[in-house]
Every structure is written in C-alpha cells, then in structure tokens.
C-alpha cells in the first residue's frame, strides 16, 4: 500500500462526534484508524477499524502498530473518546472514578506516546483532544468534577505537548465544546441543554468536526484551544 495517503487514528469512532469525524477525515483523501470499544466493520478499504477498551494498553498498541502496518504512517491523532457523567461529587463510585479516569486519561496517555513516538519519525504530526468548555467555566446546573478533572488535564497536557514537540513539526491543539446534539443527549433534553448557552441552542457535531478540520490545516497553530461552546467560556 502507497504510504503518500495521510493517515488519521480516531478514537471513540462508532458514532456521534467521532464518526463524523472519520467521514469527514475520508472525504479529505486521508486513510483512517477507527477505534471504540464496540465499533462495526466497514466495506471502505480506507478505513481499518480497530474494537477495543481504549483504557487499555493493549488496544492502543494494536491501533497504533496495526494501522501503521495497514497505511505505512500515522499524520494525525483524534483523541475524541470520552465518558461524562454529570453527579454532584459526593455520589460519584469508585467505579464511575475508575471508568472516567481509565478512557479520558488513561486511554488518551497510551495512545498519544505511541502515536508521537510514530510521528517523531517523520518530524511531523498533528494531536486534537476533546475536551468541554465546563473546564474553564463551571456551572451549577451540572456538577461535574471527573470531566474537569479529566478534561482539564487534557488541556493542560495539550500545552505541555506543543511546547515538547514543537521543534519537531509535531502540532497539539484541543476543541473545547458545550453540549452538543449527540446521541447520548436524549431529545427531550434538548431545550433544557440549549438554555445552558447563551446563544441559546445546543451545538451540531458539524460544528466541532468544521473547528477540527480548521486545526488540521493550520499550520502555524499549536497548543491552542477552540472553544465552540455557544458563548460558554465567555460568561454568562
């Protein structure tokens, strides 16, 4: 296989955000990776599809060996795989603690040093984590400290990356989203979740995949967070 097609690991790729991302990564001409933990095969031959937990090491070493014996390079990593679970602290488990920890942090420290220390080859790459826009303005109406906890590690890391691996053409940038129409948001939420923001509606996976799209072509930007929150991060 010619390895001149760019290639594009997606996490959390079986539906919603992460789906749209792969279709999007396609129509551009790139070769996909496509991981989630219960993710369904596909009949385009540029898109190699990977199952797995990816809070497992195990998983992320396969993504990344596989898909680079698959497509001879990883360009680009997506690091959009995520769990939110919206308690007030005091009721969060041990389990929900170790769940949240495993896929947000976890799983994005496995897959990440592998596919930069593939991306260190070619002195070139790009990193986009999903993170929410809740990291930097917290809101009563939805107690949420593991994604904080987690997703603001992201953001902290994502500056710590570029800054690390700039001088390698290696590029680490985030998208900071509100609440986006998904299936995990149920429709009669909608209009609750839509007064979350101030311009007053929910935000459309297109919008994030367009503010992911952006980051991949441009060039001269890194260690930068996109906030596509509705106002969010603004104030309220």
Do not use: C, W
Request: proline share 4%; charged share 15%.
């Amino acid at each position: 296989m010619s390895s001149d097609r760019k290639v594009a690991v997606i996490t959390g790729a079986s539906q919603g955000i992460g789906a749209a991302l792969v279709e999007a990564y396609r129509d551009r001409g790139y070769g996909v990776v496509a991981t989630a933990r219960s993710i369904r095969p596909t009949n385009d031959d540029q898109i190699f599809v990977v199952p797995g937990d990816i809070s497992d090491r195990n998983t992320a070493e396969r993504v990344i060996s596989e898909g680079r014996a698959r497509f001879g390079r990883i360009d680009t990593l997506i690091n959009n795989a995520g769990i939110f679970l919206a308690k007030p602290f005091t009721l969060y488990t041990e389990a929900d603690y170790a769940a949240v920890l495993g896929v947000n942090l976890t799983g994005f420290f496995h897959i990440t040093q592998l596919a930069i220390a593939a991306m260190e080859k070619r002195q070139s790459g790009h990193v986009v984590q999903i993170t929410t826009s809740l990291i930097e303005h917290a809101n009563s109406q939805v107690p949420s400290v593991l994604a904080s906890l987690t997703k603001g590690g992201l953001s902290a890391a994502t500056k710590s990356l570029a800054i690390e691996y700039a001088k390698l053409g290696i590029r680490v940038n985030a998208v900071a989203p509100g609440v986006i129409k998904t299936p995990m948001h149920p429709l009669q939420a909608h209009p609750q979740l839509a007064n979350l923001h101030p311009l007053g509606r929910m935000g459309e996976i297109s919008e994030i995949v367009g503010a992911v799209l952006y980051l991949e072509s441009a060039g001269f930007v890194t260690g930068a967070t996109i906030h596509v929150d509705g106002g969010q991060s603004a104030g309220h």
